[in-house]
């Protein structure tokens, strides 16, 4: 399971509103890469075949098979605030993260 609070869902909603996208959401990837070897990609994407949908609110958080193994358990909020914006995910299954915070291991 992947939660979300009801800030990111707004947030959601108004990108996949923007974008055009219908049945979709934010599509949360993890791939190769970064410093410690994993890290977070994330796309506002249309729905595909196999993917697990987590919904709050009347947003849409598509993971694939593969990332949902690294994800599950996982909170994702959306901060606003003068020093940086963006989505954060409050991952349980991290054991270890790079000093910029951008890549992780499990």
Known sequence: MIEMTDTAADKIKKLATEKGIEDG???VKVVGGGCSGLTYKMDVDQ???GD?????GGAKLVIDRKSFLYL??????????LMSSGFMLQNPNVKRSCGCGSSFIV
């Open 52 to 56: 697990k949908v987590f919904e709050h």
């Open 72 to 81: 599950n358990g996982t909170i994702l909020d959306y901060k606003d605030e």
């Open 47 to 49: 729905r595909r075949d």
């Open 25 to 27: 959401g934010l599509r």
